[in-house]
């Protein structure tokens, strides 16, 4: 069964650092999205994306992040300058339904992102 | 805004005790609903989802959940669980029509006894 992966699975950086975060969505979806969850609170949305843009971002997602689909398989999420809040688990999602019709979102295991 | 609560942060049970896991929104227009699991080191997979029609909806390994509108619930139920059923539930609502994002409950814990 097809599955989203992610890499790396746990990613150390210092505060002020770059990170990128890599998702692999599922091959013929075409919504994805970001999720994150700071160590014993709710998964919250970040950004979700469609042909090539942003289609609604959170107030978490300011302009320290971005996101990227940089070829026809992969899916990032850049934090430009990471600070010590940024440490959480990173989950991304893919679906083929759309954003207004409900189809399930399928999961990636997470990207684990400690700064330090 | 659209929130989500789960009133019960971890569940203890001994196996083949029967299980309610509840999980009410705040959002007044059309919903769908959904309940993940996260087993230890796992995906979030999905159990079950509601989008219309019979409010009792049955999803995978005997779980079930019920829509109550009027209560804004949707409550998971399972009559026996097992050990394996130790992880991690997480309840999600979608907003019809307000894109696709999945607005998150803050998980219940649940823990299986053999």
């Known amino acids: 069964e097809p599955e989203v992966t992610q890499t790396p699975s746990h990613q150390v950086t210092q505060m002020g650092q770059e990170v990128i975060l890599r998702c692999v969505p599922i091959?013929?979806?075409?919504?994805f999205y970001w999720y994150r969850q700071i160590l014993g609170q709710k998964v919250e949305f970040l950004v979700s994306f469609y042909n090539n843009e942003i289609s609604e971002k959170s107030e978490i997602f300011d302009d320290q992040f971005s996101v990227e689909r940089p070829d026809g398989s992969n899916f990032t999420l850049k934090i430009r300058s990471t600070k010590l809040e940024d440490s959480a688990m990173y989950f991304c999602a893919s679906n083929n339904g759309g954003l207004a019709v409900p189809y399930e979102q399928y999961f990636g295991p997470g990207t684990r992102l400690t700064v330090t | 805004a659209q929130s989500v609560s789960q009133h019960n942060h971890h569940v203890i049970l001994s196996e083949a005790a029967s299980l309610e896991l509840g999980c009410n929104y705040s959002y007044g227009g059309t919903v769908n609903l959904f309940w993940y699991v996260q087993y230890p080191g796992q995906h979030l997979q999905l159990l079950l989802k509601y989008f219309s029609g019979d409010p009792l909806v049955k999803g995978i390994k005997g779980f079930e959940a019920e829509f109550i509108k009027s209560k804004f619930s949707f409550n998971l139920r399972k009559p026996s669980v097992q050990w394996s059923d130790t992880a991690e539930y997480f309840c999600?609502?979608?907003?019809?029509?307000?894109?696709?994002?999945?607005?998150f409950g803050q998980g219940t814990e649940l823990s299986v006894k053999p």
């Open positions: 091959s013929n979806h075409l919504y």
């Open positions: 999600a609502v979608n907003a019809y029509n307000q894109g696709g994002k999945l607005i």
